[in-house]
């Protein structure tokens, strides 16, 4: 039997997709590159804003269509579009057999290969299963991968339905995540990137913190890079600023979304910092860490602000210059607690302060870029792009989030870490040569 899997959203989501492809491969099930020679087709969806949700349906409708035309017997939904509209969604979509929430991934193998017409699992996602210490995954990249370290979110964000679609924050034990850490290394990775919805709240049931399992993963090796995403500023401590700066496996990179920097619409966020904070805590890090990079996330368009917060926001990013920004407009849905806010702020302004910020972070970034131009970096080889062109990436450049380096280089193959001479730059990439 073969199975086909898009997995749509956040990497998060990709952890999750490989761990279901593992789980076939172990049952002896074929992994098919196109949805037309599938058995089974499993879509890993994402519900977080209305763009999401619309991609979802998109692709949902698009493959379909091979329960006509290919060999697929059946079509899974699984993931946060099941958990998030249940009963609703499951009735409006015949052409989709079975649907399976976030905390019923453990019941795909079963569900696939014992269908009964629309079946569904839709479980609180609290009951959701903590990935296991040696659970077969099929990572999609030979160079990187993802390491989930957590499931949930405590921070009740008032724009956010993470928790309704995971449930409450849990970490998963340090010897779980060693072990992934250490399995991933002796297959080859050399990049491990640590991901949960708010990475800073790791290891608080067991008494233990993210700085204890970062130094303990450095550990596992001197040649690879250690890298976080998804920082919440409140949980980003002195202690953990100091173990970033002490180990060289560690990428100095702080992802660190700030949603706003006025004190007013943080405040309705739900967010219980201000302005002033966010100016000393980056302050700090620059200071601490040599060679700091900070990337950052910006809502746009939340109820209620007015053109003087966005002002603050936009002056705040001139400020602060962001190594790397990245922004989306709000999106109301009715589940959400910001959704009873007054003032909601129109899609044509939203859209018009969206485009100020982004132009004004692509003229930040080409700056920044341009004070690389005639220096040495080491890179890690991720592509193959032709006989003399790869595709790599800088400490400073996260995978599919920020720029790449282009490199131009000779026939022989190249892998793992290298050096590069970067010789020109634009908004978002470098282009280099081997040194």
């Known amino acids: 039997m073969k199975i ?31 949805p037309e020679k599938a058995h089974v087709i499993v879509i890993n969806t994402c519900s977080f804003i209305k763009d999401a949700i619309d991609e979802s349906l998109d692709t949902i409708l698009e493959l379909s269509k091979y329960k006509k035309e290919g060999i697929c017997r059946c079509l899974i939904v699984v993931g946060c579009l099941p958990e998030r509209f249940r009963e609703q969604i499951t009735s409006s979509l015949p052409e989709v057999d079975a649907f399976l ?40 990249s030979k160079e990187q991968a993802y390491i989930k370290i957590a499931e949930g979110c405590n921070r009740g964000c008032t724009y956010c339905v993470i928790p309704k679609l995971r449930g409450k924050h849990r970490s998963r034990p340090l010897e779980f995540i060693l072990s992934e850490a250490k399995q991933l290394i002796d297959q080859g990775v050399k990049e491990l990137t640590l991901v949960s919805q708010d990475t800073t709240l790791y290891g608080k049931e067991f008494g233990i913190d993210l700085s204890y399992l970062l130094t303990e993963m450095s550990k596992l090796s001197d040649d690879i890079w250690i890298r976080l995403l998804y920082l919440h500023p409140e949980g980003i401590t002195d202690k953990l600023i100091n173990t970033i700066s002490s180990y060289p496996n560690i990428c100095p990179y702080f992802d660190i979304p700030i949603q706003h920097s006025d004190k007013n619409v943080l405040k309705k966020m739900g967010r ?7 100016y000393k805590l980056f302050d700090k ?39 790397h920004l990245g922004a989306f407009i709000y999106s109301d849905a009715e589940d959400i607690p910001s959704y009873n806010i007054p003032g909601k702020v129109s899609k044509i302004t939203a859209k ?14 080409l700056e920044i870029n341009k004070k690389y131009i005639g220096k040495k970096l080491r890179v890690l ?48 990439d470098l282009m280099g040569v081997f040194d």
């Open 381 to 428: 080889v991720e592509e193959k792009q032709n006989k003399n062109l790869f595709t790599c990436r800088t400490i400073f450049q996260a995978p599919e989030v920020d720029g790449v380096t282009y490199v131009k280089g000779s026939l022989s193959e190249k892998k793992g870490f290298i050096y590069v001479k970067i010789k020109e730059s634009d908004i978002y």
């Open 4 to 34: 086909y899997l898009v997995s749509l959203g956040c990497a998060r989501n990709l952890v999750d997709s490989e761990l279901i492809l593992g789980s076939f491969k172990d049952q002896g099930w074929v992994i098919a590159k196109d």
């Open 285 to 323: 890090i620059r200071n601490k860490v040599k060679d700091a990079v900070i990337r950052t996330t910006v809502l746009i368009g939340f109820p209620d602000e007015k053109k003087k917060n966005f002002d603050l926001l936009l002056n705040f990013i001139k400020n602060v210059r962001f190594d």
């Open 352 to 365: 018009r302060r969206l485009d100020v910020i982004m132009s004004e972070q692509a003229s930040i970034s």
């Open 101 to 140: 929430g976030t905390g019923a991934f453990d019941k795909i193998i079963e569900v696939a290969s014992n269908l009964s017409n629309h079946t569904c699992f839709l479980p609180n996602p609290n009951s959701s299963i903590i990935q296991g210490k040696n659970e077969k995954r099929v990572i999609s």
């Open 272 to 278: 219980k910092y201000d302005e002033d904070f966010l």
